[in-house]
Each structure stands twice: as C-alpha cells, then as structure tokens.
C-alpha cells in the first residue's frame, strides 16, 4: 500500500485548507486512513483517522469541529478538510493506513506512511 499527502501551502490564519491523500495498492478499503501531523521540534501527532466505515471518523480533541476527514473508495481518496487555520497548526501533515481499529491512534500502529506535505499558517 502507498500513500501520497498533498495540498500543503502557505496560508494566513483562520484559512482553509483541503489536504488530499491518495492511496493506492491491494485492498485499500480495508485500510482506516489516518491523519498525523509533525510540528518542528515536536513529536508527530494523532490529528484524525476514518475507518471503512466513515461515520466512525474520529478526531483529536484541538480539531474537532474545525477539520473533517471523508473518504472515496471509488477515487482512493482521503480527504481533509481544514478550516479557521491557527499558527498552532503549523506542520508537516501525514496521511498513513492501518489495518487494524484502535480506541487510541498513535503512530506505532500505522502499518504504512506516505511523504508529508507542509502546512504554514502565518498570524
């Protein structure tokens, strides 16, 4: 399975971002896409995941209600939704697939990783 995150940019805050990650390979339904993001100097962080069942979407408690992951199978696309932008936000944006569901989403238990794709938000 590979991944690819896209749609990364330099943007003022309370902006909006699409960042896209597309995912190709055997079986890519049966994968839960998740969304990981890495600050300078920080450790890499859970942001949001939607399984193969999409109204189980889960986020990370500073995103929710500003960002929104949707899937399309039939694309092999990922889809996050960014909105109202903070500096906070600043960072490299990962998009990785698992197998398995988790109650807890932490890095270790991605089974595969795609290359980032930097978001900047300036004040």
């Known amino acids: 399975v590979q991944l690819q995150a896209s749609g990364g940019g330099l943007v003022q805050a309370s902006a909006s971002l699409t960042l896209s990650c597309r995912i190709t390979?055997?079986?890519?339904?049966?994968?839960?896409v998740g969304w990981f993001r890495q600050a300078s100097g920080k450790e890499r962080e859970f942001v949001a995941v939607?399984?193969?069942?999409?109204?189980?979407?889960g986020y990370t408690d500073s995103v929710k209600g500003r960002f929104t992951v949707s899937r399309d199978d039939a694309e092999n696309l990922v889809w996050l939704r960014v909105n109202g932008l903070r500096p906070e936000d600043t960072a490299v944006y990962y998009c990785?697939?698992?197998?398995?569901?988790?109650?807890?989403?932490?890095?270790?238990?991605?089974?595969?990783w795609g290359k980032g794709t930097l978001v900047t938000v300036s004040s």
């Open positions: 990785a697939a698992s197998a398995k569901l988790f109650s807890v989403w932490v890095d270790r238990g991605m089974n595969y």
């Open positions: 939607i399984p193969w069942t999409p109204n189980r979407a």
């Open positions: 390979g055997r079986a890519t339904t049966s994968y839960a």
